[in-house]
């Protein structure tokens, strides 16, 4: 949390200006600017676990690939981080309206993996093929945020207007007002990832279906 600036916006401070009008905090229009960012995170290989050690990590993810992709895994992680700025606006004698001036907010991956088994054959028909589905796996990972971080944008942007700026009694309280503000957003921003997730599963069930799965596993019969 970045160094907190006092403003003070009635003149001088409290003991030269006891006559300071008090501010109804709530009623302050305040638009803090945004900054976007995102990460698909570096993809990784791992070729050192077995089917069984596959399929273990595939449950920790709610994952369940059937009869020749349990030799294959594609997981990553989905983060999302808000970090607030502020300033502290006093007006008169316990009434410090604490204002958020700019918002970061990172949705993004971290972690992406492809497990092979390492009881596929390198270069193997049946090794090229679960490859190949794990590889389509992740590229739905990163079509699928390409396409939701502009409506993230369109939703957060629809979001800020609601978050109303704090009142303080204290200097000294500016920073916990932050901490609340930085909450505030993350509760509301949380349902956005949420959603996300569901669609991410739901696009990556189009390709663990059973037709597909045959389909693939067919390929390896000529």
Request: proline share 5%; glycine share 4%.
């Amino acid at each position: 949390m970045k160094k907190l600036l006092i403003i003070l916006t009635s003149g001088l401070f409290w003991l030269t200006a006891p006559m300071a009008k008090a501010m109804d905090c709530s009623q302050i229009k305040s638009i803090p600017s945004v900054e976007f960012s995102t990460s698909y995170g570096k993809l990784r290989y791992d070729k050192s676990k077995n089917n069984l050690e596959i399929t273990n990590i595939a449950k920790q993810y709610g994952i369940k690939e059937k009869g020749l992709f349990a030799a294959g895994l594609a997981t990553i992680n989905v983060n999302f981080e808000v970090s607030v700025n502020t300033l502290g606006k006093i007006y008169c004698p316990k009434n410090i309206c604490v204002v958020p001036t700019n918002i970061n907010i990172y949705i993004g991956f971290s972690d992406p993996v492809i497990y092979l088994s390492k009881n596929l054959r390198p270069g193997s028909c049946k090794y090229n093929v679960v490859l190949r589905h794990e590889q389509t796996h992740q590229q739905i990972n990163k079509n699928a945020l390409e396409y939701f971080l502009p409506l993230f944008q369109e939703a957060i942007y629809k979001i800020i207007p609601t978050v109303s700026p704090i009142n303080v009694e204290d200097s000294n309280a500016i920073d916990q007002a932050t901490t609340q503000l930085t909450q505030i957003y993350n509760q509301k921003i949380t349902p956005l990832i949420e959603v996300f997730k569901a669609e991410l599963l739901s696009e990556q069930g189009k390709l663990d279906n059973l037709d597909n799965y045959q389909h693939e596993e067919e390929i390896c019969k000529f």
